[in-house]
C-alpha cells in the first residue's frame, strides 16, 4: 500500500518530523483519523504527485484490521448505508478490503484513504497554527478533539 501526503502536508509538519521520534506517517496517521471521524474526503488534486512511504511502518502493523475496519465504517455512513442492509455492507468491504494483503485494503481502500487523511489534514491545518515542536503538536492536537466548534464534530 502506497501513502501520499496532501499537498501541504510537509510544509506544515516539516518543523516536527524527528525520527525515530515522530514519523511523517505518525502525521499523517493523525490527519487520517480527523478525515475518518469527519467522513470527509479529500480531492486527488489535495494529494502530493508522490508516495511517502510504501506500506505500515513497524508501529502500526498491528493496526492494519483497525484501520481497515475505520475505513469501512466511515465509508459506510458517509454513503448513508444502513447496518440492515448486509448486502451493501458486502459490496462496500469486497470493495475496500483485501485479506490477502498487508494493509488489508485494496487500491480502491487505498485511495480512499489516503483521501480521508488529506481531508483530515484541512481539517486539522484550519484549527492549529504549523507546528514547531511535538509537544505543541500533541498538545493542539487534544484541544482539536475537544473543541466544541470543531467542524469534524468532534
Same mark, same amino acid.
Given at each position: ?14 518543523g516536527i518530523i %524527528? /525520527? /525515530? ?7 499523517? *496517521? ?6 475518518? *471521524? %469527519? ?9 502530493? /504527485? ?5 506500506? *505500515? ?8 484490521? &483497525? &484501520?481497515?475496519?475505520? =475505513?469501512?465504517?466511515?465509508? =459506510? ?6 447496518? @440492515?442492509?448486509? %448486502?451493501?455492507? @458486502? ?18 481502500g487505498n485511495k480512499?484513504?489516503n483521501l480521508y %487523511? ?11 497554527? /504549523?507546528?514547531?515542536? &511535538?509537544?505543541?503538536?500533541?498538545? $493542539? *492536537? ?11 464534530? $468532534?
Amino acid at each position: 500500500m502506497s501513502f501520499v501526503l496532501h499537498q501541504s502536508g510537509r510544509t506544515f509538519f516539516r518543523g516536527i518530523i %524527528a /525520527p /525515530p521520534k515522530f514519523l511523517m506517517f505518525d502525521a499523517y *496517521y493523525c490527519c487520517l483519523m480527523a478525515g475518518l *471521524y %469527519a467522513r470527509t474526503i479529500g480531492s486527488l488534486q489535495d494529494l502530493e /504527485p508522490d508516495v511517502f512511504v510504501n506500506g *505500515y511502518p513497524d508501529d502500526f502493523k498491528r493496526q492494519s484490521d &483497525i &484501520i481497515a475496519g475505520l =475505513l469501512v465504517d466511515a465509508e =459506510l455512513d458517509r454513503k448513508g448505508i444502513q447496518p @440492515e442492509d448486509r %448486502a451493501s455492507i @458486502e459490496r462496500e468491504m469486497v470493495k475496500l478490503v483485501d485479506p490477502t494483503s498487508p494493509t488489508r485494503l485494496n487500491g480502491e481502500g487505498n485511495k480512499l484513504l489516503n483521501l480521508y %487523511a488529506a481531508a483530515g489534514f484541512a481539517l486539522i491545518q484550519d484549527k492549529m497554527m /504549523p507546528p514547531t515542536t &511535538i509537544e505543541d503538536f500533541l498538545i $493542539a *492536537y487534544h484541544r482539536y478533539w475537544h473543541d466544541p466548534t470543531n467542524s469534524s464534530g $468532534a
